[in-house]
């Protein structure tokens, strides 16, 4: 199943863009195959709702130690995104590549490998083609460190202490790039 950029139900794309040997497009398909691609147990990209996703099929994957950081990313962005947590920069490759999250949100002090060192193993494994183009948003210390976040690739960073309203709109900026 796939959704237009208006959120509506379609058709698998198997029987609706390719004809038939005979040169006739196929019909669409049987009512059973449409209602079994919405069983969420079979389609975890299904949403809550059934047919439409739900605004919380946007994984938001954070790299911190610091429980008052996951919990103020997690009161911004966890109404709109699944927020999960990491807790070493080190975990930061495989949560990655299990969760395959919409955007990384990296904070530059993680006890055993920083967001600076994260970010560069991201950025380095998508070279290689090991994993997808990440979009990465770096929590920083200071504003000076914003040389930091520029030399580890980083799409976009803020300076704590959070702010709501500034990590939402970051976040959706981030989101906003397209790597086509």
């Known amino acids: 199943m796939f959704f237009d950029r208006n959120l509506q139900h379609r058709y698998p794309r198997s029987s609706v863009a ?17 209602l079994e691609s919405l069983i969420p147990a079979k389609n ?11 605004v919380n099929d946007t994984t938001v994957l954070v790299a911190t130690d610091a429980d008052y950081v996951h919990d103020a990313i997690e009161a911004a962005l966890g109404g709109d995104h699944e927020v999960v947590r990491v807790h070493a920069g080190a975990e930061v490759l495989d949560a990655v590549a299990i969760h395959e999250p919409a955007l990384v949100i990296l904070d530059l002090q993680i006890g055993n490998m920083g967001g600076m060192a994260a970010c560069l193993d991201l950025r380095l494994e998508e070279r290689a083609g090991r994993i997808g183009p990440q979009r990465i948003l770096m929590l920083l210390d200071r504003d000076a460190d914003d040389f930091l976040a520029r030399k580890a690739e980083a799409d976009t960073w803020i300076v704590k202490p959070i702010d709501a309203l500034t990590l939402r709109h970051t976040a959706r900026e981030a989101l906003a790039i397209s790597y086509s």
């Open 18 to 34: 390719t004809p038939t040997p005979e040169g006739r497009r196929p019909g669409p398909a049987p009512v059973n195959a449409c």
């Open 44 to 54: 975890p990209t299904v949403g809550v709702a059934g047919n439409i996703p739900t």
